[in-house]
């Protein structure tokens, strides 16, 4: 199915099913899962994934739930425990078709109703970038329209094509900005034009990737020396924004271990100033004051001066294109400063945090 990754082992007792992750195509890595139990109604379910403690990111593992749902809507959190080096999950199964996941999917058909559904709106433009090593179409949508006086800024999302989070973050700031009665959406699009990609990866969520594109390349190291052999999603999107300059950019992705939402900047790289500094703490400080769901206590180590790897989206674009650039990190788990012990961060709450995001923004332009 769309997105699924799993290796059954042994799945003849529901008391003792085992399982593997399978690893990304090219690569070793593995954290990625999403799949169907079938037949299992009334039943106490043992799965556990043996090759867990060897995944991308094993400290991930540590306080995480897994997601499960019997519609495809609506994911909750299960019980699940990581213990000498395997991922366990019980769970008292009601119905006899259940779906687990590491996170909440969104499926290529979602997005192709995503894409279908923006390009109708009086305010969006359908652009078709070119082709993936699979040959699915690399959509991006421009929202407004174009003129000198207007900043220029690009959102993009999922170039990890197993943190879906951040595409349910794209729900959500296409929503804002495309609702001609929201005053987020509509004072931002008197001052920008968006460049939109909702899904940088689209290959490599469909063959449920954890962070590689169909080649096995890691879109987010393939910047610097992107090209259409190994990482023409990147080379593609670097064309258009050579094209369209660049004022504003936002890398949205999920982070495996830190419970929180946090920000991390392009501070290493070797044009960074004092100017640049300012507008990111403004971005920071707007977006604390816009939502209780954003903190700044806890992030990535910064890179030392001059130290930061260009090979990395925000900050190549940060460096090549002088302007704010930023990769906004969700969690897979929950948010511990607002736990929800039902549903842990969710879809739901990956698109409603896009329109702070937005009025971070807004507040943030006259410093860009």
């Known amino acids: 199915m769309d997105s699924g990754n799993i290796e059954v082992l042994s799945c003849t007792d529901a008391s003792d099913i085992r399982l593997n992750i399978v690893a990304d195509h090219n690569t070793q890595k593995h954290q990625w899962f999403h799949f169907s139990l079938h037949n299992a109604a009334a039943q106490l379910c043992n799965l556990t994934f043996d090759n867990a403690s060897s995944a991308a990111y094993p400290s991930g593992w540590q306080d995480y739930r897994a997601v499960a749902s019997y519609d495809r809507e609506t994911w909750f959190r299960v019980d699940t425990d990581y213990i000498d080096g395997k991922l366990v999950i019980n769970h008292h199964v009601e119905e006899d078709l259940i779906y687990f996941a590491y996170f909440a999917p969104y499926t290529t058909e979602r997005h192709r109703d995503l894409i279908a559904n923006c390009?109708?709106?009086?305010?969006?433009?359908?652009?078709?970038?070119?082709?993936?090593l699979d040959g699915q179409s690399m959509d991006l949508l421009q929202i407004g329209c174009p003129s000198p006086e207007k900043k220029v800024c690009w959102l993009i999302a999922r170039q990890h094509p197993g943190e879906t989070m951040a595409q349910w973050w794209m729900e959500g700031a296409l929503a804002t900005l495309l609702d001609d009665g929201?005053?987020?959406?509509?004072?931002?699009?008197?001052?920008?034009?968006?460049?939109?990609?909702?899904?940088?990866?689209?290959?490599?969520?469909?063959?449920?990737?954890?962070r590689h594109n169909a080649a096995g390349t890691d879109l987010n190291r393939a910047w610097r020396?992107?090209?259409l052999d190994s990482s023409p999603e990147v080379y593609l999107v670097r064309q258009k924004m050579e094209q369209t300059g660049v004022d504003f950019f936002l890398d949205v992705h999920g982070d495996e271990g830190l419970p929180y939402n946090f920000i991390a900047g392009s501070e290493g790289i070797p044009d960074w100033n004092p100017q640049r500094q300012a507008q990111l703490d403004g971005f920071k400080q707007a977006l604390v004051a816009a939502t209780p769901e954003f903190q700044t206590q806890f992030g990535y180590p910064i890179d030392d001066p001059g130290q930061a790897n260009l090979d990395i989206g925000s900050?190549?674009?940060g460096q090549h294109f002088g302007c704010l650039s930023m990769t906004l990190e969700m969690p897979f788990k929950d948010n511990a400063d607002l736990p929800s012990p039902l549903y842990g961060w969710s879809p739901e709450r990956a698109t409603a945090l896009a329109q702070p995001c937005l009025l971070a923004l807004l507040r943030t332009l006259p410093q860009l």
């Open 119 to 132: 390009q109708a709106a009086a305010d969006a433009t359908y652009l078709g970038l070119g082709q993936t």
């Open 182 to 210: 929201n005053a987020i959406g509509q004072a931002l699009l008197e001052q920008c034009v968006f460049y939109v990609v909702p899904n940088m990866n689209p290959d490599g969520s469909r063959r449920g990737h954890l």
């Open 225 to 227: 020396n992107a090209s």
């Open 315 to 317: 900050n190549f674009v």
